[in-house]
């Protein structure tokens, strides 16, 4: 007589997926373009690009559209469940107005593009959900990406407090695989949006920017980053770090 076969394993709907499991996939030109978004809108916007691959993969829409669960928000970023909806849903409307941008090369000179994040935006405050649409332009970015792009654990930014924390750990993670990265000064302005007195003093910048950010990866997500400036004359023109993740930290770094 043959055994009971074993329970079947409960099967999640795509939308709630572990969220400790995320990954954020987004294109290099993403990685490095102008992201205008807050650290409250950051958290919202990449825990939906993390969703969005999970909802792909498991047969998900093609629309690019994804339903965002508060609870799962609140135990990803320490946040109560009622407090994770409000802050869903004010993100979602503020993100909705956002663009972004880069520059493009073109045959007279450098083209800048700029797209919004958003198409649209439903909120169930019964359900706790909120579900939002990328834009026909980001979705490229976003989905099914081949090449060229830059990829991370959403765990791992999880408990980061500044958005240049973020956008530092999004530069060096597109070049993980290599340990280094080399960025032009102007570049990394671009990327981090610096306020215009760190565009002027690098002291400022670095003060303010850069060793704040890399303390932070440091200490909450286990990097061990060294950084220099480069100089052109008596002028800091370029950045270069170099970077692991310390064996004792907390998540694995892939690339």
Not at 12 to 35: C, D, F, I, Y
Not at 105 to 127: C, D, F, H, M, T
Not at 135 to 147: D, M, N, V
Request: charged fraction near 25%; charge should be positive.
């Amino acid at each position: 007589m043959q055994r009971a076969s074993a329970a079947k394993r409960e099967v999640r709907p795509a939308h709630e997926q572990p969220s400790g499991k995320l990954r954020v996939n987004m294109s290099n030109a993403l990685t490095t373009a102008a992201q205008r978004l807050s650290l409250a809108e950051k958290r919202v916007m990449m825990f939906a690009v993390g969703k969005l691959d999970t909802f792909k993969r498991n047969g998900g829409t093609e629309t690019g559209m994804v339903k965002l669960v508060a609870h799962e928000y609140a135990e990803l970023f320490d946040v109560d469940a009622n407090t994770a909806y409000e802050q869903l849903q004010a993100c979602a409307e503020s993100i909705i107005t956002k663009q972004v941008w880069w520059y493009e090369e073109a045959k007279r000179g450098p083209k800048k593009v700029q797209i919004n994040w958003l198409s649209k935006a439903e909120y169930y405050a019964g359900e706790g959900t909120v579900s939002l649409w990328f834009t026909s332009h980001i979705a490229p970015h976003l989905l099914e990406l081949k090449g060229q792009f830059t990829t991370y654990q959403l765990a791992q930014a999880s408990a980061l407090r500044s958005v240049y924390s973020w956008r530092l750990l999004e530069l060096l993670s597109q070049y993980a695989s290599t340990g280094w990265r080399q960025i032009e000064l102007d570049e990394f302005h671009h990327a981090m949006e610096t306020p215009d007195t760190a565009k002027a003093n690098f002291k400022d910048c670095r003060r303010r920017v850069i060793e704040p950010a890399v303390k932070e990866l440091r200490e909450k997500d286990g990097w061990l980053i060294e950084w220099w400036p480069l100089k052109t004359g008596r002028k800091v023109t370029a950045l270069r770090f170099e970077f692991k993740r310390d064996p004792q930290g907390h998540l694995p770094l892939e690339g």
